[in-house]
């Protein structure tokens, strides 16, 4: 059975800076892709970033381009989303989810395991 456990939200000053975790099990995580997305309060759940199970592949949103950094550490199972230069708008729950292979997707559909998700509040 694949869980998936978030950690790492909070609440943080415009500017600030955080580190989500996702913690998996169940199976082996190298063998696929991870993504983050978020949903705000009376919005959409959106794609935040993804990387491949291998870890060399990437992708962002426009909206975190350059400000968060997606990256995997294999040997501890565990799925980071470094965020920098956080906005009021980053405010939202961020979910990690496991795909059933190895390539990347933006789309929420193709994903297949779901963790329960963080919050995270930017705010001064």
């Known amino acids: 059975q694949v869980q998936l456990v978030e950690s790492g939200g909070g609440l943080v000053q415009p500017g600030g800076s955080l580190r989500l975790s996702c913690a998996a099990s169940?199976?082996?995580?190298?063998?696929?892709?991870m993504g983050w997305f978020r949903q705000a309060p009376g919005k959409e759940r959106e794609f935040v970033a993804a990387v491949s199970g291998s870890g060399i592949t990437t992708s962002y949103a426009d909206s975190v381009q350059g400000r968060f950094t997606i990256s995997r550490d294999n040997a501890k199972n565990t799925v980071y989303l470094q965020m920098n230069s956080l906005k009021p708008e980053d405010t939202a729950v961020y979910y990690c989810a496991q795909r059933n292979t190895n390539t990347i997707s933006k789309f929420g559909y193709a994903y297949a395991y779901w963790g329960q998700g963080t919050q995270v509040t930017v705010s001064s």
């Open positions: 169940g199976r082996s995580f190298s063998t696929y892709a």
